[in-house]
């Protein structure tokens, strides 16, 4: 995905939740409790973070780096769909991941 329109397109149809919903989750002991992290905040927590800031920001004020990492999160919510677990997914650490990366799977 080279083109920033492509990246974009990408992202809006990889992160389904909005801004407000997803810094509702982040906030939740549920959200903190996934990921890795070598620090106080988990990779998928910080992202989710970031996914904030950029769905608030003008498309013509986005930067490469924001691209960069837009193109991120659609190669996350991509790999971690291909490893859905079997059964009900509505409380497992799977879906919390997910849901840090900006994408609930419950959502249709």
Do not use: C
């Not at 988990?42 to 608030?56: C, L, M, N, P, Q």
């Amino acid at each position: 995905m080279d083109d920033q329109v492509e990246i974009r397109t990408a992202f809006r149809d990889a992160v389904n939740m909005e801004p407000a919903e997803l810094e509702e989750w982040l906030a939740t002991d549920e959200s903190k409790s996934v990921g890795d992290s070598d620090e106080s905040e988990s990779t998928g927590h910080a992202s989710g973070r970031r996914i904030v800031e950029i769905k608030r920001t003008n498309v013509d004020e986005l930067t490469d780096d924001d691209h960069d990492h837009m193109q991120k999160v659609v190669g996350y919510v991509h790999r971690h769909l291909a490893q859905r677990p079997d059964g009900d997914i509505a409380e497992t650490r799977w879906r919390y991941s997910l849901m840090n990366w900006g994408h609930d799977p419950t959502k249709t």
